[in-house]
């Protein structure tokens, strides 16, 4: 998956689940400090996108879920992982 399209789905992911526009999450945008995300919407965010790409990410993984950018290196991380098995 493009890197630019993966970055776009998660930012639209995590818009919607803070009920804010798309634009307004930037890739450094802290999510607990700058956009108002709590626990809950962090753990509704990492449902989404374990539900959207099939892919499990485990809970200890919530704390390092803490911008944009992060939030897609862990899921590429996973998808990647999810890739190698399916060769």
């Keep these: 998956m493009q890197p630019e399209v993966l970055e ?8 919607q689940v803070i ?7 930037l890739p450094e945008a802290r999510f607990y400090e700058d956009l108002g ?3 809950m919407m962090a753990l509704e965010i990492l449902a989404a996108i374990e539900k959207k790409y099939k892919i499990a ?3 200890e993984k919530l ?3 803490r911008t944009l950018k ?6 590429r991380q996973y ?6 098995q399916n060769v």
Excluded: C, W, Y
Excluded at 8 to 15: H, M, S
């Design 8 to 15: 776009k789905e998660i930012r639209d992911i995590i818009a």
């Design 19 to 25: 009920e804010k526009e798309p634009e307004e999450v």
């Design 37 to 39: 995300v709590d626990s």
């Design 57 to 59: 990410i485990p809970e």
């Design 63 to 65: 704390a390092e879920l």
């Design 70 to 75: 992060e939030t897609v290196a862990v899921a």
């Design 79 to 84: 998808l990647n992982e999810k890739e190698g």
